[in-house]
C-alpha cells in the first residue's frame, strides 16, 4: 500500500511539473508575435493562466488527431 501511494504521489508531482511547464510554453508562444518584453509575458500568464495547459492539451489532442487521419488515409491508399 505504501509503494502504490508513493508512485501515485510520484505521479501527480510529474504531472503538475508538466502543466507547468506547458503553461509557461503557451505563454511563450501566445506572446511570441507581439513585443516579447516581461509584462507581456506576464500578463498572459495572469489573465489566461489556468487555461493554457488545457489549451496546450487540447492543441496536442487536436495534432494527435490530425497524424492519426493522416496515417490512415495513408495506409489505405497503398
Known sequence: MENRLTKYVN???????????????????????????????????????????LMSLACLAGALALLAADLITSKRKK
Request: aromatic letters at 12%; hydrophobic letters at 65%.
Open 11 to 53: 505521479t501527480l508531482w510529474v504531472v503538475a511539473a508538466l502543466f507547468a511547464i506547458a503553461r509557461y510554453l503557451c505563454a511563450a508562444i501566445l506572446t511570441a508575435g507581439k513585443m516579447p518584453d516581461a509584462a507581456t509575458f506576464r500578463m498572459a500568464l495572469d489573465s489566461l493562466g489556468p487555461f493554457l495547459p
